[in-house]
């Protein structure tokens, strides 16, 4: 109480912006949009949604999951990166990946209205709605398609990724 709510509050939040854990969500993104553009497979169509457009997609999640998988054994087992590190800087981690999500929703936000993806987007007119809910139905920045690659490589590739950086750290406690 005597050093009031904000400043203790600063004092236990991990910093936002830490120069190294953004270098790792840096490479981390980036080799996800790598992978997702490049990683050859067959094209699925999904369903054609109310405007008549239909999703394209490469369906190269599966491979895209075991080059992960491979890349980061190899870069910890050669000493190019320290795997566990993303252990010790996970609340930094997760700090920063609030800041671009934010970041991330406004350029969206500001996509919608300047240059939408396709006809299936418009507003709510109400910013708050627009901004949390969106305003494309299927976002796509320079070729890439957004919520692919948000909830399927970063979301979904994190979670392997993240377990076996844990692992390490997980082993050591219990020995």
């Known amino acids: 109480l005597d050093q009031g709510f904000f400043h203790v509050l600063n004092t236990i939040w991990p910093s936002s912006f830490d120069p190294e854990t953004w270098k790792m969500i840096g490479c981390f993104l980036g080799f996800q949009l790598i992978?997702?553009?490049?990683?050859?497979a067959k094209k699925f169509y999904a369903t054609m949604t109310p405007k008549g457009n239909v999703p394209?997609?490469?369906?190269?999640?599966?491979?895209?999951?075991?080059?992960?998988?491979?890349?980061?054994?190899?870069?910890?087992y050669f000493?190019?990166?320290?795997?566990?590190?993303?252990?010790?800087?996970f609340g930094n981690i997760l700090a920063s990946m609030n800041v671009f999500?934010?970041?991330l929703c406004t350029v969206l936000l500001i996509k919608g209205h300047v240059a939408?993806?396709?006809?299936?987007?418009g507003t709510t007119g109400s910013w708050i709605y627009d901004f949390y809910w969106g305003m494309d139905l299927y976002p796509n920045i320079l070729g890439w398609d957004v919520k692919m690659f948000t909830n399927c490589r970063a979301g979904m590739?994190?979670?392997?990724?993240?377990?076996?950086?844990f692992a390490p750290v997980s082993y050591t406690h219990l020995t």
């Open 35 to 40: 992978l997702q553009r490049f990683v050859p």
């Open 56 to 76: 394209v997609y490469t369906a190269n999640g599966m491979e895209s999951y075991f080059i992960n998988i491979i890349t980061l054994l190899s870069l910890n």
């Open 79 to 89: 000493g190019v990166i320290k795997a566990s590190l993303v252990y010790d800087k």
């Open 101 to 103: 999500a934010w970041a």
């Open 116 to 121: 939408p993806s396709t006809t299936d987007s």
């Open 157 to 165: 590739m994190f979670w392997v990724v993240g377990i076996l950086c």
